[in-house]
């Protein structure tokens, strides 16, 4: 089993595709406030179809909170900014995989005290930043699935 970690999702149907994801595979799904939406938005429940009743979902107040209570989980954190590519990741069972918000992904403190803990996916074009955030968690829990196989 896989953790997806959603630090202050923006956008209702991204989260809501992922809670989707999530359940079909088997992975939990914590998701850190502030939200950009309310989790009653009717975008969220379509994305996340009928699904959303059986999904283990653990909400956290702040990114303080999440990281108080995990501290001694296993972390994966994902951006752009990272050096080392998801492929490249000692995938175990249970790890975290902490990703960030649409607009501006993961704050730079984040990133800077995980440093090493850092990943991204790689790009394979100059004209795009990053990837939409659903597809992203997918890319990589289906990888960390597959090397947990």
Known sequence: MLNIVLIEPEIPNNTGNIGRLALATNSKLHLVKPFGFELSDKRLKRAGLDYWQYLEVIIYDSVDAFFDINQNENFVLFSSHGAKS???????????????KESVGLDKTLIRTHSNSLYKIPLYSEHI???????????VIYEGLRQLK
């Open 86 to 100: 998801h492929w490249d990741i000692p995938f175990t069972d249970n790890m975290f995989l902490i990703f960030g």
């Open 129 to 139: 930043r990053s990837l939409n955030l659903a597809n992203a968690v997918s890319i």
